[in-house]
């Protein structure tokens, strides 16, 4: 087998492991990418749930104990006639 057969073979191999090393590498930048975003993306919706629901919990809570004091004085008035 001639020299020049030899390195152009061993050539096209260096180039062809470098073309797929990039290519592996930006598959992998892409990947790595998506992941970050569905994790940011995930973090805020928690977020925002946890916030949410806790207001919206509270509010009810606090709705509840209007209520019940204001069916105490419903009550009061109601049975405590002058």
């Not at 020299?3 to 062809?16: F, G, Q, R, S």
């Not at 470098?18 to 930006?26: A, D």
């Not at 928690?46 to 919990?57: A, M, W």
């Not at 004091?69 to 405590?80: G, P, S």
Request: hydrophobic residues 40%; contains cysteine; charged residues 30%.
């Amino acid at each position: 087998m001639p020299l020049e057969t030899v390195i152009a073979a061993v050539t096209a191999a260096i180039a062809a492991f470098t073309g797929l090393n990039k290519s592996f590498s930006s598959f992998n930048q892409r990947i790595d990418d998506r992941f970050r975003k569905i994790e940011d993306t995930c973090n805020e919706l928690e977020d925002t749930v946890i916030r949410d629901y806790v207001l919206k919990q509270d509010f009810f809570r606090e709705m509840q104990s209007v209520h019940q004091k204001l069916d105490r004085i419903w009550d009061y008035m109601m049975n405590h006639k002058p």
